[in-house]
């Protein structure tokens, strides 16, 4: 299973003796683990560097925040998976496989018919490999809107890394707070890809621009020859005319 935490709230009290500083930390970030501890200590981590922030901001020049008690007020662990280790639980709206680091995730031009999403590890884009994936991200969806034919090779970032296979149609029916979830994602996920193109458009369009500047230029060069030629022509008539041979 795959946990993660949802709507975390956690009070932070600082131990400086006389200190007031009592802070209520929300998490927005979307944290994710193996385990229910993992994701708390995760999310710790994260409440601890929010709450050294807030702290310096307010008694920053006084003391620093000293062994901060940190204790979750609200929040609920969401289970994400099924067991990664066995298929037992796969059902027909979520399949989980796992993978070694180079491995093909997706294939470019496969049929498309699942969203994927990343349990553990990470995946990234195979020609743009600055474009990665991580815990809780999603990819693949554009396919499944655009064109039905993945649009990209997806390859595993690590070994292990384990990807959720979601079928929308099943899981809507089954879950459809999560398909709705994955859905949004997956939104988010076509504006980047989007996002992307618009750029590469906007690159080709500045190098067609330089082109056709350099055809004008061009152009404008052999008008100008041709108006000299033209010139030429007449001055040797006239040189003709005046120097007749005949
Ligand atoms: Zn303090």
């Given at each position: 299973m795959a946990y993660k935490l949802k709507k975390g709230i956690f009070k932070v009290a600082c131990k400086h003796p006389g200190c007031p500083f009592d802070a209520e930390i929300e998490i927005t970030q979307n944290i994710m683990g193996m385990t229910e501890e993992d994701v708390e200590i995760e999310a710790k981590k994260i409440v601890k560097d929010m709450a050294l922030i807030k702290h310096d901001a307010m008694f920053g020049t006084k003391h620093s925040l000293s062994s901060p008690t940190i204790r979750k007020t609200s929040g609920i662990f969401e289970a994400v998976g099924a067991?990664?280790?066995?298929?037992?639980?796969?059902s027909e709206a979520?399949?989980?496989?796992?993978?070694?680091?180079g491995d093909k995730i997706l294939k470019k031009g496969d049929i498309a018919t699942t969203i994927c999403e990343v349990v553990k590890g990470?995946?990234?884009?195979?020609?743009n490999k600055a474009h990665t994936y991580n815990v809780g991200d999603t990819f693949g969806a554009a396919a499944l809107l655009i064109n039905q034919?993945?649009?990209?090779?997806?390859?595993?970032?690590?070994d292990g890394t384990t990807i959720a296979f979601y079928n929308l149609k099943e899981?809507?029916?089954?879950?459809?707070?999560?398909?709705?979830?994955?859905?949004?994602?997956?939104?988010?996920?076509?504006?980047?890809?989007?996002?992307e193109m618009e750029?590469?458009?906007d690159?080709?369009?500045?190098?067609?621009?330089?082109?056709?500047?350099?055809?004008?230029?061009?152009?404008?060069?052999?008008?100008?020859?041709?108006r000299e030629l033209l010139e030429s022509n007449k001055k040797i008539s006239e040189f003709e005319g005046k120097h007749s041979f005949k």
């Open positions: 067991k990664t280790t066995s298929l037992i639980n796969q979520v399949k989980y496989k796992e993978y070694k680091k990470s995946a990234f884009v195979d020609k034919t993945r649009t990209a090779d997806i390859i595993c970032g690590e899981l809507s029916k089954k879950d459809p707070r999560k398909a709705k979830e994955l859905y949004t994602e997956a939104m988010e996920d076509i504006f980047d890809v989007i996002s750029s590469v458009i690159n080709l369009e500045k190098e067609l621009e330089k082109e056709n500047m350099v055809s004008e230029n061009r152009k404008e060069r052999i008008s100008a020859l041709e």
